[in-house]
């Protein structure tokens, strides 16, 4: 086989394991993702969000209409997240694979959720862009497709710094939460 040719496999069989490796890990992180419920759930009862909030962070496709919003959520969060806050306080910093996913419904006395957004943190450099946001809307288990927001997630977490990108509301939630249980042990990092 002449050389050029072979470079040519070589490359193109690398960029087939790359595809499909990146396709695996979108399906694993569905697949974690969508199990948000076997987290600890943070609130008790639905919070409303706020007017802002609810009509920014929602499903933007056409389907649901332009007056339709979430009114109300439940956040949940792993134990990375949660040992975090029980130990940073006002100034946490998350560490790698603390998960937020919050849990919207259409009114508050919703009985079934209409989608997700989820926050991973993926790296550490004190930057919004550290967190990876994905929406998925549970009637089809689907990724809503950035491209239909027009206000990016990043662009509206980016003025939550003091509580590492985390929402005012979302912080203040945590605090509530942790005041009411026993000591959250510490999490290896991985």
């Known amino acids: 086989m002449k050389p050029h040719r072979l470079l040519k496999t070589f490359l193109l069989l690398l960029a087939l394991f790359i595809t499909t490796a990146a396709a695996a890990n979108?399906?694993?992180?569905?697949v974690?993702?969508?199990?948000?419920?076997?987290l600890p759930r943070i609130s008790d009862d639905p919070v409303e969000m706020t007017l802002p909030a609810a009509v920014l962070c929602k499903d933007p496709t056409p389907e649901f209409g332009p007056h339709v919003f979430c009114a109300a959520m439940h956040l949940y969060a792993n134990q990375a997240a949660l040992a975090a806050k029980a130990k940073?306080?006002?100034k946490v910093r998350y560490p790698i694979g603390s998960l937020f996913v919050k849990?919207?419904?259409?009114?508050?006395?919703?009985?079934a959720p209409m989608l997700i957004t989820v926050m991973?943190?993926?790296s550490d450099k004190g930057q919004v862009e550290d967190?990876?946001?994905?929406?998925?809307?549970?009637?089809?288990?689907?990724?809503?497709?950035?491209?239909?927001?027009?206000i990016s997630c990043e662009d509206c977490h980016a003025k939550?710094?003091?509580?590492?990108f985390i929402s005012s509301a979302s912080d203040?939630?945590?605090?509530a939460f942790l005041k009411k249980q026993p000591p959250v042990p510490a999490v290896a990092k991985r």
């Open 120 to 122: 991973e943190k993926m």
């Open 160 to 164: 939550f710094s003091e509580h590492d």
């Open 172 to 175: 203040s939630l945590l605090s």
């Open 131 to 150: 967190w990876k946001f994905t929406m998925i809307r549970l009637s089809d288990r689907s990724v809503v497709a950035r491209e239909h927001f027009k």
């Open 32 to 38: 974690r993702y969508l199990d948000y419920r076997s």
């Open 26 to 30: 979108e399906t694993a992180d569905m």
């Open 103 to 111: 849990e919207k419904f259409e009114r508050k006395e919703a009985t």
């Open 88 to 90: 940073g306080g006002d």
